[in-house]
């Protein structure tokens, strides 16, 4: 039903403040205000007029009657989608808090948070697809018989969750019996209250089918919504109905899910809490993982974080005061595989080869290949990671040194031997290899380095002699970004690897997350070392992670959990992250991660956030940012509190992102940091204004775009 919103000139007007989606760098950041002919309850989506177009929006307020000048002028909503029950106070209060402290405007993330359908369905669509969904409740209950006995780990996990406030940090090791936890955990919140709803956030849907199948297979299809960017749109509206109007009692979902409306959301889940695809990258750039936190404080939800490698916030969050964590979680351990007998708690033992010990050039050492051998030949699977695609990272010519540049990256094009093709991995620009060196006209011209295509092929040549149980040959796969291009292409190679139709697979760390591999005993990191001394420093944590949660892939069946292997090709075998990943020490190598980090003054110590800019040159990207950092500092100080903000912030110097120009745009970054968030936030608040003017000026014409990024993942 539409609401009759046509101008009645005989009773007063009502007037709504509307969020609506103003473009994303416009200053109009707050809701706009409308009259409309009856009074509608905030949270209600109307469509509006704004500029030309009519947009889909959301009352936010009722303001106060404008001035009556000002109430002239005033445009009329153009209707109401009276059906869709209006988006409650603790919606609009989590999308508020996301717009101010992401830096965003309202309308923007309000508007991002809901289905794209929304805006172009007319009433009488509308009310067929309600019509649809099943009332709210209608689920089949879960399948009591499938519920299994707890470990005495998990038991007492579920007790503290039952009994503490929270939030929890479910510290479990890979194959701990996480998942279970979670479950269970849902079923006493579903139980408790006939209307309780749970939010599950994973990092990425195609890769934990498995996850969504066991909660299908216990709760019930029809009681649980998947919401997801690889949703139709027909299919996101319907996910997000049945989530909205209470039907789902579960919704599972990656990041964008976080900012679902849930009316009646009572437990929040974040597996793989440690993963770095819960931070957007683009628009409002936010953490999926900190907004569950703020979700759960904000409508009184437990809220449960898992990981078997938690990140560096969480787990000095959940450290005790008095070893000196800021004790605001409730971590809960548990440090045994399911299963587990004797040592190691069912872990893979971790061998690591001393590369430098290797003739130069060895891609595989003979150890390590020996004891692939020896797992295929016995029917077993091995898993080799190498975090490169392609072929080789670069082409080069040895009489001039040319090197494969991207005419418009800071980067070298990767050469594809599969298509022949040198490729951009920033840009996509794609082209044939060169017959001869294109400087100097060398007709022999080489590679340098090595992509999971080349390990692929060499492993193919060092096994073509072995041979499996059946007695036919060794079976190699490759996932990768360029293998799983094209739809169900990812599905179908992880299924291959599930039915046993694989004995060695190639790929990067898409191969290494979250899946349940049951006959993997083996995997090996080819060439881990990169990451050892990478400029951002949160790279030995996410390498440790990924190595950790590799390991996590081998022996996942307690009966080969004690013989499987993880090893490691290093030159660096002493260095303290190896020698904490040989005894799955996380405690430990946290424990130095963040004494470093404090003393550098890193988070969790200090906030950061960054400002970036893009322009056609890097002069004009990094004049930009030095014109804000100077006005910023100029900055009248309006009060005590402003004055004291603007004191407890430092601002670095404008310099070239690591990959400094992409697809011919140079960007540059400002990095500003304070041990007080509240002062960040402050001061972040206030250079609004300024970016927007300064981008006005005639001088800065040349900045293509600039964004803020707050707590940003890497540097
Ligand atoms: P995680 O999520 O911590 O990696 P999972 O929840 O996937 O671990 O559990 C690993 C395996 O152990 C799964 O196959 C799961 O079904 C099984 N499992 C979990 N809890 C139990 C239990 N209490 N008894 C028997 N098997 C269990
Ligand atoms: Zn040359
Ligand atoms: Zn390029």
Redesign the pocket.
């Known amino acids: 039903m539409k609401v009759d919103c046509s101008p009645d000139t005989a009773a007063p007007p009502h007037w709504l403040a509307v969020a609506v989606p103003t473009p994303a760098h416009s200053a109009l950041a707050e809701p706009l205000t409308y009259r409309s002919a009856q009074p509608l309850p905030p949270g209600t989506l109307v469509r509006v007029p704004l500029g030309r177009r009519e947009v889909l929006g959301v009352v936010w307020a009722a303001p106060p009657a404008p001035p009556a000048a000002l109430a002239e002028r005033t445009r009329t909503i153009a209707g109401a989608l009276a059906d869709v029950p209006p988006l409650d106070d603790a919606w609009r209060a989590l999308i508020a808090f996301t717009a101010r402290y992401y830096q965003r405007a309202l309308g923007e993330v309000a508007l991002a948070a809901l289905p794209p359908q929304l805006r172009t369905l007319d009433a009488v669509q509308m009310a067929r697809r309600l019509k649809r969904a099943p009332a709210a409740g209608a689920d089949t209950p879960a399948d009591q018989s499938k519920i299994?006995?707890?470990?005495a780990e998990?038991t007492l996990a579920l007790a503290e969750i039952d009994q503490n406030p929270g939030p929890f940090l479910l510290f479990?090791?890979?194959?701990?019996?996480?998942?279970?936890v979670y479950m269970q955990a849902a079923q006493a919140a579903l139980t408790q209250d006939a209307a309780a709803q749970v939010l599950v956030l994973v990092p990425e849907i195609n890769l934990t089918p498995q996850l969504q199948a066991r909660f299908a297979e216990r709760f019930g299809a029809a009681a649980i919504a998947c919401l997801h960017s690889g949703l139709t749109p027909a299919q996101r509206l319907k996910a997000w109905l049945a989530a909205h109007t209470g039907q789902a009692r579960i919704v599972l979902g990656t990041r964008v899910a976080v900012l679902a409306s849930i009316p009646h959301l009572a437990l929040i889940v974040v597996d793989e809490e440690h993963d770095p695809s819960y931070k957007q990258q683009e628009g409002a750039r936010y953490s999926a993982r900190d907004l569950a936190l703020y979700r759960g404080h904000l409508g009184h939800a437990k809220v449960i974080l898992g990981s078997a490698t938690p990140s560096l916030e969480s787990w000095h969050a959940s450290a005790p005061v008095a070893e000196g964590g800021a004790g605001r979680y409730q971590r809960l351990a548990m440090t045994h595989r399911?299963?587990a007998t004797g040592d190691n708690a069912g872990l893979p033992r971790v061998l690591r080869v001393d590369m430098g010990r290797q003739p130069k050039g060895t891609l595989i050492a003979p150890p390590l290949l020996a004891a692939i051998t020896e797992r295929v030949a016995r029917g077993e699977q091995a898993l080799l990671l190498l975090n490169r695609r392609g072929w080789a990272p670069v082409l080069h010519c040895a009489d001039c040194g040319w090197k494969s540049e991207c005419p418009h990256c800071s980067a070298y094009r990767v050469f594809h031997k599969i298509d022949r093709t040198l490729r951009c991995h920033h840009c996509g620009l794609t082209e044939r290899v060169p017959r001869a060196c294109p400087a100097c006209g060398n007709l022999d011209i080489g590679t340098q380095g090595r992509g999971t295509e080349q390990l692929e092929e060499r492993i193919a040549e060092l096994l073509a002699g072995v041979q499996r149980p059946s007695g036919e040959p060794v079976r190699i796969a490759r996932i990768d970004a360029d293998s799983t291009r094209g739809q169900g292409k990812l599905e179908s190679a992880l299924a291959q690897v599930h039915a046993g139709d694989v004995d060695v697979l190639v790929g990067t760390q898409m191969i290494a997350k979250g899946h349940?591999f049951r006959r993997v005993t083996l995997v090996a990191a080819i060439n881990p070392d990169a990451a050892l001394f990478s400029s951002d420093f949160r790279a030995p944590e996410r390498l440790f992670a990924l190595l950790m949660q590799s390991a996590?892939r081998a022996g996942?069946d307690a009966a080969s959990g004690a013989d499987s292997q993880m090893w490691v090709q290093t030159q660096h075998p002493q260095h303290p992250l190896f020698v904490a990943l040989k005894s799955h020490d996380y405690p430990g190598f946290a424990a130095r991660q963040l004494a470093e980090r404090q003393q550098a003054g890193f988070p969790p110590f200090t906030h950061l956030a960054l400002l970036r800019a893009e322009a056609r040159s890097q002069d004009a990207a990094q004049a930009f940012l030095t014109a804000l950092a100077a006005q910023a500092a100029a900055l009248p100080a309006q009060d005590a509190a402003q004055a004291e903000a603007l004191a407890q912030v430092r601002w670095y110097p404008a310099v070239p992102l690591a990959v400094q120009r992409v697809a011919g745009i140079e960007r540059a970054q400002m990095l500003l940091e304070s041990a007080h968030r509240p002062a960040l936030q402050r001061v972040l608040a206030a250079c609004q204004p300024l970016l927007h003017a300064l981008r006005a000026t005639p001088e800065h014409r040349a900045i293509v775009r600039w964004a803020v990024d707050v707590d940003p993942q890497g540097l």
Do not use: F, H, N, P
């Open positions: 299994i006995a707890l470990t998990q479990g090791a890979t194959g701990s019996g996480k998942t279970e399911v299963g349940d996590g996942r």
